[in-house]
Nanobody, 124 residues
Framework: VQLQASGGGLAQAGGSLGLSCAAS???????FAWFRQAPGKEREFVAA????????TYADSVKGRFTISRDKGKSTVALQMNSLRPEDTAVYYC???????????????????WGQGTQVTVSS
C-alpha cells in the first residue's frame, strides 16, 4: 500500500490547514491515521478513521480542533486542522493498516504502511 501525503505548510496561531493522504488501496478493513513528530519529541498519535464504518478516534490534544475524514471515491484521507497552536508544529505522517484491532489504534508501531511526512508550522 502506497500512501502519499500532501498539504501542510505555514499558518498563524488560530488559523487552519488541511492535510490529505492518497492511498493506493483501501477497503473496509483498513484503518488510516495521522501521527506527528515534533523536533526532539517522540512520534504521537493525532487521529484515526476506520475506512469501513468511518469511526474516528482523536488524541485529546486535538479533539474539537482537528477533523479526520475519508473520501471513498478518491481513496483519500483528510485531516482538517483548525484553531492551530504553536504546539501543533510537527512533521505529520499518514499511516495505514489492513487489520488493526481497536485497542491498537493509537499505537504507531502497529501500523504497517506509512507515507512520507509533511511539515506543519504554526507561528505564534
Amino acid at each position: 500500500v502506497q500512501l502519499q501525503a500532501s498539504g501542510g505548510g505555514l499558518a498563524q496561531a488560530g488559523g487552519s490547514l488541511g492535510l490529505s493522504c492518497a492511498a493506493s488501496e483501501a477497503s473496509s478493513s483498513f484503518t488510516f491515521a495521522w501521527f506527528r513528530q515534533a523536533p526532539g519529541k517522540e512520534r504521537e498519535f493525532v487521529a484515526a478513521i476506520k475506512w469501513g464504518g468511518g469511526t474516528t478516534t482523536y488524541a485529546d490534544s486535538v479533539k474539537g480542533r482537528f477533523t479526520i475524514s475519508r473520501d471513498k471515491g478518491k481513496s483519500t484521507v483528510a485531516l482538517q486542522m483548525n484553531s492551530l497552536r504553536p504546539e501543533d508544529t510537527a512533521v505529520y505522517y499518514c499511516a495505514a493498516d489492513r487489520h488493526l484491532i481497536l485497542s491498537s489504534t493509537r499505537m504507531g508501531d502497529q501500523y504497517d504502511y506509512w507515507g512520507q511526512g509533511t511539515q506543519v508550522t504554526v507561528s505564534s
